[in-house]
């Protein structure tokens, strides 16, 4: 229990450090399934979650949604998969999700494993690694090999980032800052000019999906378990794959799904108007906030893989995102790392660590 209660205070600082009054409003807000807030519903429930994702017509190009959002991050791109409806939307979907199928996986893991044991050396020898830095590599490497990019994945990460981290800074409520929108145009044309001709939304729409929620999810999942003491766990094979699973949950690298309902309805009972914003609180939805990780007494998958959404538009990278950070854990299990440094990261577009060191325990 001291164990967990040290993960959860490291784990807590990504928030109120970088998004102070988010947490705080959502932390105040959490004692209702839903709560309407004016034309906002802050909705924290696991079914009122499910039933707005499945059921509720949504906007899914209106401003402040991701669809928006990811128009926004690649220069006003369309046709992003986010901001999708119908045929087209299920064309994309299932291309891309047939790229990260069983097939598809096993090829990809052919290229990170090998990263894996080159970056991990050092902790043999009593060396530190920088988990950041060694997702933002693990990252841009699985981007250039789903879409037969020749460009330095690293170089790809960082231009992925800085895409995703502009164009939310360009959308801050409040003034406008001075050239945040310049800003966020230039980042989003040198991550498609590293991406080269393919089907440029799209392209970079995996991209920056990819890297920002693999440098928020990795490093974060990996303080929890060095905090909480859970190599034992990530070292048993049966237990292995469910530990990666509740990590996934804790950790929520995507805490918040902000909508816009398209027409009326209701959510966990609260009637919705055509227009209204929805707050879907992924990190309430999967307990998060209140049930800690053990793969001996796991959440259970219906609420495990809440923090990748729900029916036709959950995320179809999701399988490849637990293969990942199952190596990961297998790979560090040996070392028993404990961490030595971390400093969040203000300016990411997802709450997460600017850099997260660790060397072998004992």
Do not use: I, K
């Not at 998958?301 to 854990?329: I, M």
């Amino acid at each position: 229990m001291r164990g967990h209660a040290r993960a959860r205070r490291r784990d807590r600082r990504v928030y109120l450090r970088s998004h102070p009054l988010l947490f705080g409003l959502l932390a105040a807000t959490r004692g209702r399934p839903v709560r309407r807030l004016g034309r906002t519903l802050l909705v924290h429930d696991a079914g009122a979650y499910r039933e707005a994702l499945t059921r509720l017509p949504l906007d899914r190009t209106a401003a402040g949604t991701t669809g928006g959002a990811a128009r926004a991050a690649l220069g006003g791109s369309g046709g992003v998969l986010f901001d999708q409806e119908g045929s087209g939307h299920r064309a994309d979907r299932r291309g891309l999700a047939g790229e990260l199928g069983t097939a598809s996986v096993a090829r990809l893991r052919s290229v990170w494993q090998p990263l894996l044991v080159r970056r991990l050396s050092p902790l043999a020898e009593g060396g530190e690694v920088d988990l950041v830095e060694l997702s933002r590599e693990l990252a841009g490497a699985v981007v250039c090999a789903l879409l037969d990019c020749a460009a330095d994945p690293r170089a790809v990460a960082r231009a992925a980032a800085e895409a995703a981290a502009a164009s939310v800074r360009s959308h801050l409520p409040g003034p406008r800052r001075p050239g945040a929108q310049a800003a966020a145009a230039r980042a989003a044309d040198r991550l498609r000019r590293l991406l080269g001709p393919a089907d440029e939304a799209l392209s970079a729409m995996v991209a920056v999906a990819a890297v920002n929620t693999t440098v928020a999810a990795l490093p974060r999942s990996v303080a929890w378990c060095a905090d909480a003491g859970l190599w034992d766990q990530a070292a048993d094979e049966a237990l292995l794959p469910v530990l990666a699973d509740e990590l996934l949950r804790v950790t929520a690298a995507s805490p918040l799904l902000p909508r816009v309902a398209a027409s009326q309805g209701s959510v966990g009972g609260c009637p919705v108007r055509g227009g209204d914003r929805l707050l879907l609180v992924a990190r309430h939805a999967a307990e998060a906030h209140r049930r800690d990780p053990d793969a001996r007494e796991p959440a259970g998958p219906g609420l495990a893989h809440l923090v990748f959404g729900a029916g036709p538009h959950a995320c179809p990278g999701a399988g490849a995102a637990r293969f990942l950070l199952t190596d990961v854990l297998a790979a560090l299990a040996p070392y028993r790392p404990v961490v030595t440094r971390a400093r969040v990261d203000r300016r990411a577009a997802l709450p997460g660590w600017r850099s997260l060191t660790v060397r072998a325990g004992s």
